[in-house]
T-cell receptor, first 117, second 115 residues
Framework: GAVVSQHPSRVICKSGTSVKIECRSL??????MFWYRQFPKQSLMLMATSNEGSKATYEQGVEKDKFLINHASLTLSTLTVTSAHPEDSSFYIC?????????????FGSGTRLTVV | KQEVTQIPAALSVPEGENLVLNCSFT??????LQWFRQDPGKGLTSLLL?????REQTSGRLNASLDKSSGRSTLYIAASQPGDSATYLC??????????????FGQGTILTVHP
């Protein structure tokens, strides 16, 4: 089945630094990837939709300059949290869809726990 | 705007019980509905996907049904086991409009199966 690899699984960074999270589709081409944020004991909140070769589309209220998304290839999307602050600490999850997603659905990565100290 | 609601928020059952998790959505214009499992601190594992034209899907001890007209889906777990303990999320994919293909998630049901 489709596999999405997300790295790193955990990262601790100092306030003011930037952190990059990678999301790779291992055995399929993902023209569209999605980035979510999840707060403790809450559901997933969609942050942005990433299409290969074009600018990401951000959901209302998500700062595009803070959360930089790049989808340079059909198998890789990255999320960079710039000038991170403690309030950016959260669980970030990516997902990808392949052709025929109507039938196969979406595949999710294993998530990244970001802690900003 | 699509809204997805899951009931109950939490469920604790003894091992061996059959149980039903409920998911309701406000907009019936969906491509499909997907059920996921999430273990603490982990990503989402897809359990079942029901296309909008289908009524149900089965995988092992899991059975999911979909009634688009009433905006409801249920996940039935037979003979529950402690290993089934996790958070179960349902998500509806939006059909058409600017939100094409996006998933709208419910808040999840936290399931605990005790020995």
């Amino acid at each position: 089945g489709a596999v999405v690899s997300q790295h790193p699984s955990r990262v601790i960074c100092k306030s003011g630094t930037s952190v990059k999270i990678e999301c790779r589709s291992l055995d399929f081409q993902a023209t569209t990837m999605f980035w979510y944020r999840q707060f403790p004991k809450q559901s997933l909140m969609l942050m942005a939709t990433s299409n290969e070769g074009s600018k990401a589309t951000y959901e209302q209220g998500v700062e595009k300059d803070k959360f930089l998304i790049n989808h340079a290839s059909l198998t890789l999307s990255t999320l960079t949290v710039t000038s991170a602050h403690p309030e950016d600490s959260s669980f970030y999850i990516c997902s990808a869809r392949e052709q025929g997603w109507y039938n196969y659905g979406y595949t999710f990565g294993s998530g990244t726990r970001l802690t900003v100290v | 705007k699509q809204e997805v609601t899951q009931i109950p928020a939490a469920l604790s059952v003894p091992e061996g019980e059959n149980l039903v998790l409920n998911c309701s959505f406000t907009d019936s214009a969906i491509y499909n509905l997907q059920w996921f499992r999430q273990d603490p601190g982990k990503g989402l594992t897809s359990l079942l996907l029901i296309q909008s034209s289908q009524r149900e899907q089965t995988s092992g001890r899991l059975n999911a049904s979909l009634d688009k007209s009433s905006g409801r889906s249920t996940l039935y777990i037979a003979a529950s086991q402690p290993g089934d303990s996790a958070t179960y999320l349902c998500a509806a994919s939006v059909a058409g409009g600017t939100s094409y293909g996006k998933l709208t998630f419910g808040q999840g049901t936290i399931l605990t199966v005790h020995p």
